[in-house]
Each structure stands twice: as C-alpha cells, then as structure tokens.
C-alpha cells in the first residue's frame, strides 16, 4: 500500500489522482509479488521481492531508478528514465537476484 505525495510518481499509483491520505494498493507489476523490503525517497521508490526481483518508480532523471541502458542514446534515456509513474522491474539485477 502506499500514500502522500506524488508529484514526481513515487508513491507508485500511476498518474490518476490519488487522495494522499489514504493507502492505496500498488499495482503495476506488484499485485502478485511479495515484497520482502521497501525504501522511499523524496521523489522515488524501490522495493525487493521475495524472488530477489527489484521495483523501483517515481523520479529517474538522475539515474535513481536504474531503467537507462547503455544501448540507448541520451535522448531516449531520458525519456524513459524521466519519471516512472508505476513499479517497473530493474532489469540490471533480473539475472543477478538481490
């Protein structure tokens, strides 16, 4: 579950509005998984299943999300790093289970 603001995605919700006050469950990816461990920043968030898969969202314009790829140019990275409105999978670690 999650609440507060969510100005730049991190409280994982998506982009329909949300009353920050009430918990709302996090989908996108999650609703099957079991979280094992969860960290919040100012502006984004990443949690640890129990398969050792790591979720991070909200803002990734300096890289805090870990979804840019070294194959991509500047451009496109920033376009999917800039804010990521619902968990994602960090591919990075799918191989090397955390």
Known sequence: FSWGSSKWGQVGLGAAPQNPLKP???KGGLSDKVVTSISCGSSHSACLTSAGDVYTWGRGFEGQTGHASKALDDKTN?????????????????????
């Open 24 to 26: 709302v469950m996090i």
């Open 78 to 98: 920033d376009v999917i790093t800039s804010v990521q409105l619902l968990p994602k999978c960090v591919s990075a670690f799918v191989k090397w289970p955390v």
